[in-house]
Structure formats: structure tokens, C-alpha cells
């Protein structure tokens, strides 16, 4: 059972360029959601989806895009790098129940971004 | 939107001791309240939860306490060890699901002195 694969584990990009970061799960979760880690910031929400179709978005949003095709995959695009999205990105997932809310949710092994 | 406060952002015991991390939160209709533990350049990864209908959950060394009606929760550590050593996050969420999910508290770096 792989969990949460997210790629790559590491990326060095140059102002302006844009990429894209991989997050897959295998879990048949309905969430999943990208968040930023930054010193003493915790970890803040860019964006998630409630299932295939449906994505929102979280608190810094910004210059960050997101699509869900499939209940599997979420991939993050950066549009055009700045200096200020060098962080360190986590994908994660987790069933959400109407009822009783959410479960654990599961993280991937997180993509450290550099942008020159 | 919810609002999660977690105190201290570091916390310093010597081995052996107990430790303390503390949280509040602002919706009170929130039910779900995970605790993280995150290693040095690992992913975070859940320790222990607690919903609102309980008051409190142990396993191990480790305990959560929840008080409602004072909207906190705190993670407790007994007779701590080197490998407790890491960055922990507490999180909140409202039931239903409400969309934007965990919110998360800015996380406690808490060191194991020998």
C-alpha cells in the first residue's frame, strides 16, 4: 500500500518558470489538499478538493493552480515561480465523511522548492 | 473559519520528564482535533486523535485531553525519550466535514535533553 506518493522530492527553479508538483494516493480518499511549510508558519492550505471535479481554495492560494480529474490525483502547478513560494509543499489525503467529518489524513513525503 | 492557537513553539525537558503542548480553537462546533508528529525533513504523520464526544484518549506514553467548553486540547508526553524529539502540530476540524478541512496550529518544537 503506497500511501501518498508525491514527486519530485526536490526541485531548484528559476523566477518565472512554472512546474508542476505530482500528488497520487491510493487510499479511495475524497480529500485531498496541498499545503505550504514555512518556519515558524505551520502549515498553511493552498488548495483542496472534495472529489474529482471539485477544487477551492485555501488560504494562500495564490499563484498556484490545481485540477482533480480522477479520485487519484492532484496535481499542483506553479504558474510562474517567485522567490516567495521557496517552501517546502505536502500533499495529503483523507476520507471526509458528511456525518462524522474527517479521518486521518495521510501525507505525502513533501517537495522542497528552491526558486532563484 | 476556524482558528487554531498552539503554545509553546518550543518546548524544552530533560529526559525522563513529562511534556506539555497546548491548543485552542475557535469554532466551537469543530470535532475532530489530530495531533502530528513530524521528524526533521520527514512528512507529518498522526499520533494520536480525539473527537468531541470523548474527554480523553491515551496510548502508550502519550495522552490528548479535550475541554470543550473551554475550546482546548492539549497532547500529553510521560517519561519522554530521545525519539520524542521532533516538531508537533495540533489541527481542528468542524463536523460535516466543512470543506477546507484541517486547520493547523503553527506546531511545538519540542527537545529531549539528555
Known amino acids: 500500500n503506497a500511501g501518498v506518493t508525491q514527486t519530485p522530492k526536490f526541485q531548484v527553479l528559476k523566477t518565472g518558470q512554472s512546474m508542476t508538483l505530482q500528488c497520487a494516493q491510493d487510499?479511495?480518499?475524497?480529500?485531498m489538499s496541498w499545503y505550504r511549510q514555512d518556519p515558524g508558519m505551520g502549515l498553511r492550505l493552498i488548495h483542496y478538493?472534495?472529489?474529482?471535479?471539485?477544487?477551492d481554495q485555501g488560504e494562500v492560494p495564490n499563484g498556484y493552480n490545481v485540477s482533480r480529474s480522477t479520485t487519484e490525483d492532484f496535481p499542483l502547478r506553479l504558474l510562474s515561480a517567485a522567490p516567495s513560494q521557496t517552501s517546502v509543499y505536502f500533499c495529503?489525503?483523507?476520507?471526509?465523511?458528511?456525518?462524522?467529518?474527517?479521518?486521518?489524513?495521510?501525507f505525502g513525503q513533501g517537495t522542497r522548492l528552491t526558486v532563484v | 473559519g476556524e482558528n487554531v492557537e498552539q503554545h509553546p513553539s518550543t518546548l524544552s525537558v530533560q529526559e525522563g520528564d513529562s511534556a506539555v503542548i497546548k491548543c485552542t480553537y475557535s469554532?466551537?462546533?469543530?470535532?475532530?482535533f489530530p495531533w502530528y508528529k513530524q521528524e526533521l525533513g520527514k512528512r507529518p504523520q498522526l499520533i494520536i486523535d480525539?473527537?468531541?464526544?470523548?474527554g480523553e484518549k491515551k496510548d502508550q506514553r502519550i495522552a490528548v485531553t479535550l475541554n470543550k467548553t473551554a475550546k482546548h486540547f492539549s497532547l500529553h508526553i510521560t517519561e519522554t525519550q530521545p525519539e520524542d524529539s521532533a516538531v508537533y502540530f495540533c489541527?481542528?476540524?468542524?463536523?460535516?466535514?466543512?470543506?477546507?478541512?484541517?486547520?493547523f496550529g503553527k506546531g511545538t518544537h519540542l527537545i529531549i535533553q539528555p
Open positions: 495529503a489525503s483523507s476520507h471526509r465523511y458528511p456525518d462524522r467529518g474527517f479521518t486521518e489524513a495521510f
Open positions: 487510499m479511495n480518499h475524497e480529500y
Open positions: 478538493s472534495v472529489g474529482a471535479g471539485i477544487t
Open positions: 469554532d466551537s462546533a469543530s470535532n475532530y
Open positions: 480525539i473527537r468531541s464526544n470523548v
Open positions: 489541527a481542528a476540524s468542524v463536523p460535516g466535514g466543512g470543506a477546507d478541512g484541517l486547520t
